[in-house]
C-alpha cells in the first residue's frame, strides 16, 4: 500500500498520496518493531507476531520507493538497517536464497524458501530487487553478489515454469540490465523537480534513482554514482543504461527522448 501511495504521488504530484505513505511508514517504523525487529500483526495496541522474510521483503521495498519520492535520507538508514537485519535472520548462508521463517521465529520441522509469485510476489523476488537498488545505491557490492545468488539458486525453475516466477524474471532483467539515474541540484530547485517529474512519468522498471543535494553531506560511501560526477552549476542529471553512461542532461526535454 505504502508503495502504491508513492506510485499516486509520482504520477499525480498530489502530496496527499505522499503524506498517506509517510505516516504509514512512520507507523510501523514506531509500533510495530521489538528491538528493531518487526512485527507482523498489530494488536490491541502493541505489535505481535515477530515478522517473517516477506514481512521484511515488502516493507524494505516500501521504504526505498519512499526514499526516491522524497530523498529523505532517514528512509534508505531504515531499508538498509532492515535489510542487515532480514539477511541476518533469514538468509540461507549455505546456498542462497531467503527462507520463509527466521532465527527469531517459531521453530519449524523445516524451514521453507518459497520462490514461486503468486498473486502476492514471493520473498525471494522482493528481496533481489531490494538487494540491487541497496547494493547500488550504498555501494555495498555485496548485496549486489547476494541477488545474483539468489537468481542462481532459481534459475532452473524459471526457465522450466517461468509463468511461474513473473516478478522473478522481472529481477533477472534488473539484474542485467539496470538504469542508474542519478539527479544533482538542490531538492527545492524547480528545475530538479521538472526533471524528477519527467523521470517519475517514466516507465522506467529497471532504474536505481538518487538524488544529490550539494547542500546535505553524504552518508559514507552512499551513492557512488553520484559522487563521481562533481557538483554541476545547475540541476543536472545522469543517465547510465546497460553500463553506458550517456552525456550529462541539463534540459528536461532532452531528458525526455532519453528516457523514452
Given amino acids: 500500500m505504502i508503495s502504491g501511495f508513492v506510485d499516486g504521488f509520482k504520477v499525480t504530484g498530489n502530496e496527499q498520496y505522499l503524506n498517506g505513505a509517510k505516516e504509514a511508514a512512520h507507523f510501523i517504523l514506531q509500533e510495530m518493531r521489538k528491538n528493531g525487529s518487526l512485527m507482523r500483526v498489530f494488536n490491541k495496541g502493541k505489535g505481535q507476531v515477530i515478522g517473517y522474510s516477506e514481512d521484511y521483503a515488502f516493507f524494505i521495498q516500501a521504504l526505498i520507493d519512499l526514499y526516491e519520492a522524497t530523498f529523505e535520507l532517514g528512509w534508505l538508514r531504515e531499508a538498509d538497517d532492515l535489510n542487515r537485519r532480514m539477511i541476518h535472520q533469514f538468509w540461507d548462508e549455505r546456498n542462497g536464497g531467503f527462507f520463509f521463517s527466521g532465527k527469531e521465529n517459531e521453530s519449524l520441522i523445516a524451514r521453507s524458501k518459497n520462490p514461486y509469485d503468486n498473486v502476492i510476489p514471493s520473498a525471494n523476488s522482493i528481496a533481489v530487487f531490494n538487494l540491487i537498488r541497496l547494493g547500488y545505491l550504498t555501494g555495498e557490492e555485496s548485496l549486489k553478489q547476494k541477488a545474483e545468488q539468489t537468481l542462481h539458486l532459481f ?91 550517456l552525456p550529462p542532461v541539463k534540459d528536461e526535454k532532452e531528458l525526455r527522448k532519453i528516457l523514452g
Fill in 155 to 245: 534459475l532452473n525453475l524459471l526457465d522450466q515454469h517461468p509463468s511461474g516466477f513473473a516478478q522473478m524474471l522481472s529481477g533477472l532483467s534488473f539484474f542485467l540490465n539496470p538504469e542508474e539515474i542519478g539527479v544533482i541540484g538542490p531538492k527545492n530547485d524547480l528545475k530538479t523537480k521538472s526533471m524528477l517529474k519527467e523521470i517519475y512519468l517514466a516507465y522506467l522498471p529497471n532504474k536505481i534513482l538518487s538524488l544529490r543535494d550539494p547542500r546535505e553531506p553524504i552518508e559514507g560511501n552512499w551513492f557512488p554514482f553520484l559522487m563521481e560526477k562533481g557538483i554541476p552549476e545547475v540541476p543536472t542529471t545522469f543517465v547510465c543504461k546497460g553500463f553506458t553512461c
